[in-house]
């Protein structure tokens, strides 16, 4: 039962779940603590690099995946077995993203994964005590 109730809270809390990931591009944090990349040395990227730092100095000049918002807004949660999950963006940018920067930035990191299942073990303990009490 708590396996179902689980899966049933991931999606149902899917648009949180992956604005947190929003979130994290918005820094140009990379999933393992680090940083997404950096912009080429040459002087088109350094030109790049220039321009989006003018338009997101969150990110101090590394990569953000956010120029126009599509991939992030694009993000999906979707079941992908009986406890797996996939996090994807329906951007067409997708597929060129993850092979150039890793299908891992798709990920939480592992801070947002532990404040994640915290919140889904809670709610799903919630759930179930509620229901026992019921009965």
């Not at 690099?49 to 999906?76: E, I």
Request: glycine share 10%.
């Amino acid at each position: 039962m708590i396996p179902q109730v689980l899966g049933t809270l991931i999606i149902f809390n899917s648009e949180q779940i992956v604005e947190g990931i929003r979130r994290r591009w918005a820094f140009g944090k990379g999933v393992n603590n680090d940083i997404i990349g950096e912009y080429s040395k040459s002087p088109l990227g350094r030109e790049y690099q220039a321009f989006k730092v003018s338009t997101n100095p969150r990110a101090g000049g590394n990569v953000d995946l956010t120029l126009t918002g599509a991939l992030g807004r694009g993000l999906t949660i979707q079941k992908k077995g009986q406890k797996q999950y996939e996090i994807f963006s329906t951007d067409i940018k997708f597929n060129k993203i993850a092979d150039k920067y890793g299908i891992e930035q798709f990920n939480l990191d592992q801070q947002q994964m532990e404040e994640l299942f915290d919140m889904l073990y809670f709610m799903a303990l919630e759930n179930y005590l509620d229901n026992v009490w019921l009965i």
